[in-house]
């Protein structure tokens, strides 16, 4: 069983930045595909970016490219979201999810990751 822990998420003002962290329990993390999602009230979870175990191929969300940027740590089981150039529509509760993998149209859907850790709400708001 893996647990997730994010961290990282706070008040921010349009145009600022921040990083967003995804802490794993387990020591086999680095192989796991790890996608991150988010959800604003009365939406539904959008998926935001994802990197692959092994070669950390990245992924993202239309909404984000340029901006936010996806990594992980292989010593530390930890992936990273770094948020730049922030908008009020970016404000959302922040969620890490990983699987044992998946295929590039699969790993959109929130459904198909086997492990979630319990969000961080990023609000960004002048």
């Known amino acids: 069983q893996v647990q997730l822990v994010e961290s990282g998420g706070g008040l921010v003002q349009p145009g600022d930045s921040l990083r967003l962290s995804c802490a794993a329990s387990?020591?086999?993390?680095?192989?796991?595909?790890v996608g991150w999602f988010r959800q604003a009230p009365g939406k539904e979870r959008e998926f935001v970016a994802a990197?692959?175990?092994?070669?950390?191929?990245?992924y993202y969300g239309d909404s984000v490219k340029g901006r936010f940027t996806i990594s992980r740590d292989n010593a530390k089981n930890t992936v990273y979201l770094q948020m730049n150039s922030l908008k009020s529509e970016d404000t959302a509760v922040y969620y890490c999810?990983?699987?044992?993998?998946?295929?590039?149209?699969?790993?959109?859907?929130?459904?198909?990751?086997?492990?979630w850790g319990q969000g961080t709400q990023v609000t960004v708001s002048s």
């Open positions: 999810a990983a699987s044992g993998g998946l295929t590039v149209s699969a790993m959109k859907d929130p459904s198909r990751y086997d492990y």
């Open positions: 387990e020591r086999t993390f680095s192989n796991f595909l």
């Open positions: 990197i692959r175990g092994g070669w950390s191929i990245t």
